[in-house]
């Protein structure tokens, strides 16, 4: 059972924190330990940390770092064409463009590292409703499941579509996270973070549907395991981000609605 574990790389070309399972356990378990025991006893008897200029520096790096993954992969994908999106696998070992489709996806999986600090972000300004079970759930998973598959399919691949909308919706949610450090009125305006929910639900949804329509190929070459693994993963986040939605949308609307009717 556990010899999947020490199966050879899919790729022979390791980049840093892709060579073997210790780095990204290490970086998860250190992770958590962080945001759920040392961190909240830490911030326990302290005030809050100021970070609007933290997050302005690191809110701006997330923009430019999820748009140039974001065009990069557009150019790849429409400019170059190497895909047949219909059965999306990963590039010949010896194809031209293999070293970019490697950067990309080692980027994409960096940047998922990267996420990571939006937790010790919440921790250092002690808003520790906002650590919810969706929000350990995404970024440990998007963490793992983006090593798992550099691991056993290689870089690249059916998991790119996964990739090229994430990084939009990304790019999109930290515009939003930027605007409303800096400017605390635009935080106040719902309607913006509303959107942004709905927006991620679309995203899942589509990604679904691409994985759904790959499936209905005939003598498609991904991999089962990895279109399981992603039909999983865009029904459980679409579920746990639907219920966010239902909680923190709908919910308080109609409570308003029966409170205003009873003073009425």
């Known amino acids: 059972m556990f010899e999947i574990l020490y199966r050879p790389h899919a790729d022979p070309v390791k980049f840093p924190l892709t060579d073997g399972w210790t780095p990204m356990i290490l970086i998860i378990g250190f992770y958590l330990f962080i945001v759920l025991k040392l961190g909240r006893d830490i911030m326990a008897h302290r005030q809050p940390y100021d970070l609007k200029k933290v997050l302005k520096v690191y809110n701006l790096a997330q923009i430019l770092y999820n748009s ?14 190497p895909y047949n999106l219909n059965c999306l696998i990963t590039l010949p070992l010896d194809h031209p463009l293999k070293m970019t489709e490697r950067l990309v996806a080692y980027s994409y999986y960096i940047n ?38 550099i691991r056993y399919t290689g870089y690249g691949g059916q998991v790119l579509i996964t990739g090229y909308l994430n990084v939009f919706v990304h790019s999109v949610m930290y515009g939003y996270y930027y ?86």
């Open 68 to 81: 140039s993954v974001f065009i990069l992969i557009t150019y790849i994908i429409f400019g170059k064409r």
């Open 179 to 264: 605007l409303s450090s800096q400017y605390p009125l635009i935080k106040q305006s719902l309607w913006w973070k509303k959107y942004i929910t709905i927006l991620q639900m679309v995203q899942f949804l589509l990604i679904f549907a691409h994985n759904a329509w790959t499936y209905m190929q005939p003598n498609c070459g991904v991999s089962p395991y990895v279109i399981f693994l992603i039909f999983f993963m865009s029904s459980f986040m679409f579920v746990m981000f639907t219920n966010f939605y239902i909680q923190s949308y709908i919910r308080p609307k109609k409570k308003t609605t029966k409170e205003d009717t009873k003073l009425n």
């Open 112 to 149: 998922k590292i990267m996420d990571l600090l939006d937790t010790v972000f919440i921790v250092l300004r002690r808003s520790f409703r906002q650590i919810s079970a969706l929000h350990l759930i995404h970024h440990v998973y998007m963490v793992v499941g983006s090593y798992v598959m």
